[in-house]
C-alpha cells in the first residue's frame, strides 16, 4: 500500500501519522509520566501509531502502567484504538492483568466487547490467568460464550492455560461448562492438559465426560492410561454425579448467568445456598 494512502487513511481515522516507535511510545510504556506529560503539553500528538499500528495507549497497557494510561486518555487517547491484529487497549490492559488500567479504560468508555475476530477482552484476561480481570469484565457485561477463531470462548482458553481459577470464575458467573468449538469442550481442554483439578471443577458443574469431538473423542482419549486424568475421568465414566450434584447442576442450568445473584436470595437454609454456589459449607461452632 502507498505510504500517502496509508497516511491518509490513518488521519481519516482519527489516529495521526503513521511512524516509527515515538518518544511518546516510549515514555508511556516505560511509565514515565512526567516526561509524557511534558511531551503532551508540548504538542506531542498522543494518537500516533507506530507501523504496527500500536498507539501509546495501548503500550501503556501492555505494560501496566496506569498513570501513563490517565494521562492519556485525558490528553484525548482514543480508548478502542485497534492494532495490527485488531486488539484494543482494554484487550492489551486484561492480559497484562492490570486492574487499575481496566477501571481506567472502563470509566473513560472502552468497548466490553469489541467485535473481534480474534480475542476478545475477556478471552485475553482467561489466557493471562487474571481471574479479578475475569470477574471484573464479567460484572461489566462480557460475552462468556463468544468465541474466538482459535479456542472458543473464554472457558476454553482458561482451561487450555490451566487457570483454574479464572475457569471456576467463568462457571460460577453461569458459562456453558459444555460449549463447543468443533465439538471439542472446555474437559476436552482440560484432558489434554491432564488437569485432574480442572477435570473435576468441569464435572463437578455439568461437564460431559461422553462428549465426542470432531475426531469422535472423548476427553479420557486425550489422556495416558493409567495416568490420574485418565484415571479421573475413567472414574466419572463408570460412577454418574450422584442425584444431589445432578439437582444443583439442572438448577445453576437452569438459572444460567441468573444464578449467582439468585440463589443467594433463595429462602433456604445456609447449607444448601452453599451447596448450590459451590462454596464451602459455613462452620457450625459447637
Known amino acids: 500500500m502507498d505510504w500517502y494512502l496509508i497516511t491518509a487513511l490513518c488521519k481519516a481515522h482519527g ?65 478502542d484504538a485497534r492494532n495490527i491484529d485488531g486488539s484494543t487497549p482494554l484487550c492489551d490492559a486484561c492480559a497484562a492483568g492490570s486492574l487499575d488500567c481496566v477501571k481506567l479504560l472502563l470509566e473513560y468508555g472502552a468497548t466490553v466487547n469489541p467485535p473481534l475476530f480474534t480475542f476478545s477482552p475477556l478471552h485475553e484476561a482467561c489466557m493471562g490467568g487474571n481471574s479479578d480481570c475475569v470477574q471484573l469484565m464479567i460484572n461489566q457485561g462480557a460475552h462468556m460464550e463468544a468465541h474466538d477463531c482459535h479456542y472458543g470462548t473464554p472457558l476454553h482458553v482458561a482451561c487450555a492455560r490451566q487457570h483454574y481459577d479464572c475457569a471456576k470464575v467463568l462457571l460460577n458467573a453461569g458459562a456453558n461448562v459444555n460449549a463447543a468449538k468443533l465439538h471439542e469442550t472446555a474437559l476436552h481442554h482440560a484432558a489434554k492438559a491432564k488437569n485432574t483439578d480442572l477435570i473435576e471443577l468441569l464435572v463437578e458443574f455439568g461437564g460431559n465426560v461422553y462428549a465426542t469431538d470432531n475426531l469422535n473423542k472423548k476427553p479420557i482419549h486425550y489422556t495416558t492410561l493409567g495416568s490420574p486424568s485418565y484415571l479421573c475421568l475413567e472414574f466419572f465414566e463408570k460412577y454418574p454425579l450422584s442425584l444431589q450434584q445432578i439437582s444443583r447442576v439442572a438448577v445453576r442450568r437452569i438459572l444460567g448467568t441468573r444464578a449467582h445473584k439468585v440463589v443467594s436470595r433463595l429462602d433456604l437454609p445456609n447449607r444448601i445456598i452453599s451447596f448450590l454456589s459451590y462454596i464451602p459449607a459455613p462452620v457450625i461452632e459447637i
Open 15 to 79: 489516529l495521526g501519522f503513521w511512524t516509527d516507535r515515538s518518544a511518546v511510545h516510549e515514555a508511556a510504556a516505560q511509565g514515565r509520566a512526567f516526561q509524557l506529560q511534558q511531551l503532551i503539553e508540548g504538542g506531542a500528538a498522543v494518537n500516533i501509531v507506530a507501523v504496527d499500528s500500536i498507539t501509546p495507549l495501548h503500550e501503556a497497557c501492555i505494560q501496566g502502567q496506569a498513570q501513563c494510561v490517565r494521562l492519556l486518555l485525558d490528553a484525548g487517547a482514543q480508548v
